[in-house]
Each structure stands twice: as C-alpha cells, then as structure tokens.
Nanobody, 119 residues
C-alpha cells in the first residue's frame, strides 16, 4: 500500500507560479512511477506529468515548457513546479503513484489539491 498526501494548491493570477508537493508513505520502494494528473469541472482526468524511477519524465503537451516535475527520493516526495499559469490550468490536481508491472499495474491516488488560476 502507498499513501499520498498533496499540498501547495491555491489561487494565483494568470502568469504566476505555484509548486505542488506530494509526499508518499508506505511501500514506497514498490513505486515505479509517480506524477500528477488533473481534472477540471466537466472534464476527464488527464495526465500532467510523471517521473519514473529511472528519472525519465513525461509531460502533457499543454504544460511542456511551463511545468517541471522533480522527485526527492530521500524525502519520498515529488514536486510539480508550475510557471506561467493560465486560466485553463484550473483544476483539481491529483498525485498518482504506480506500482507493479506495465501489464498489471496498481494505481494509488492522493486526495487532490485545488489550483485556481484567475484571469
């Protein structure tokens, strides 16, 4: 089991920055990849950015060049630095951790943190 706790959301003006944090606890050694998804009202949950144990990162096209994902293995924490925020970035951001194999993965989710970008 893996537990995830997010923090760092809030209200920011367009063009501003926020940093989200996600602290993982439990069987963190089993995590293969960890990252962020978001869900805006009336929309499906979508990938924002992930980082694998190898350090490889993956970003949604909509955030490339603006968001940066990083992990601190000693603290079992992953960060999402969000710059040049836009109103369309407004959503609930969820931390996700994946364990197991590619064909039989288990996903764990945090409770979510609200990010609101005011135009």
């Amino acid at each position: 089991q893996v537990q995830l706790v997010e923090s760092g959301g809030g209200l920011v003006q367009a063009g501003g920055s926020l940093r989200l944090s996600c602290a993982a606890a439990g069987n963190t050694r089993s995590i293969n990849a960890i990252g962020w998804y978001r869900q805006a009202p009336g929309k499906k949950r979508e990938l924002v950015a992930t980082i694998a144990t190898s350090g490889n990162t993956n970003y949604a096209d909509s955030v490339k060049g603006r968001f940066t994902i990083a992990r601190d293995n000693a603290k079992n924490t992953v960060y999402l630095q969000m710059n040049s925020l836009k109103p369309e970035d407004t959503a609930v951001y969820y931390c996700n951790a994946q364990t197991g194999s590619v064909t039989l993965a288990t996903n764990y989710w945090g409770q979510g943190t609200q990010v609101t970008v005011d135009s």
